[in-house]
């Protein structure tokens, strides 16, 4: 199976498990990373500008209608949905999802629709159960499904609530999960 896409969700907690899971990542993996983390609506491109501190991949917020590149790590801007279309992004400001805009549930149901079975869906640590209903979604569509072992997470509210809610493909610690991604996209482990 070729993976394109890994879509990747995660609140509170996340930036330490982000840094970790990206630190990981080979400059050439073949997939594109777009992710949602929950932050304040009035949160500036500071988290993009960090992150690339730990990873040799681009990382930049998404801008409306952005080309989708594999190699590339996508961030949903504050107070922006953020969703996958044919080749491309594009940015809502739809009512916010359980919550939260940026809305996890969102992306991975739009990369369902659009990529379905070449994507692989990543529950990292969270507060809420946002991205519970958008990981069956992608489960039911062919798609991958991982979710970080509830004991490795900073809050593992939202780990446990995917695990109650579905037969995960793997449930795996956070040090464990770009390595099964780099395995998965068949790309090797070298820099």
């Not at 896409?5 to 907690?13: E, P």
């Not at 988290?47 to 590149?69: C, G, N, W, Y």
């Not at 529950?123 to 489960?139: E, F, H, P, Y």
């Not at 809610?165 to 482990?189: F, K, N, R, Y």
Request: hydrophobic letters at 45%; glycine letters at 8%; aromatic letters at 6%.
């Amino acid at each position: 199976m070729t993976y394109d896409l890994v879509a990747i969700g995660t609140s509170l907690g996340g930036l330490s498990a982000l840094k970790i899971l990206l630190g990981y990542i080979p400059k050439e993996f073949p997939a594109a990373l777009a992710i949602v983390q929950h932050r304040h609506r009035e949160s500036d491109q500071a988290l993009s500008a960090f992150l690339q501190k730990f990873t040799v991949l681009p990382v930049h917020e998404v801008e409306d209608k952005e080309r989708i590149l594999p190699g590339h790590v996508y961030f949903a801007p504050a107070d922006y949905h953020l969703l996958v279309e044919y080749g491309h992004f594009s940015l809502s400001v739809d009512a916010p999802v359980s919550y939260a805009r940026p809305s996890i549930d969102v992306l991975l149901e739009s990369a369902a629709d659009i990529y379905g079975e070449r994507a692989i869906g990543v529950l990292l640590t969270g507060a809420n159960q946002d991205g519970v209903r958008g990981l069956s979604t992608l489960k039911a569509r062919g798609g991958a499904t991982i979710v970080q072992a509830p004991d490795t997470a900073e809050c593992p509210v939202l780990p446990r609530a995917a695990i109650a809610a579905m037969a995960v493909d793997w449930v795996l610690p956070l040090a464990q999960i770009a390595p099964h991604l780099i395995h998965l996209c068949g790309e090797s482990t070298d820099r």
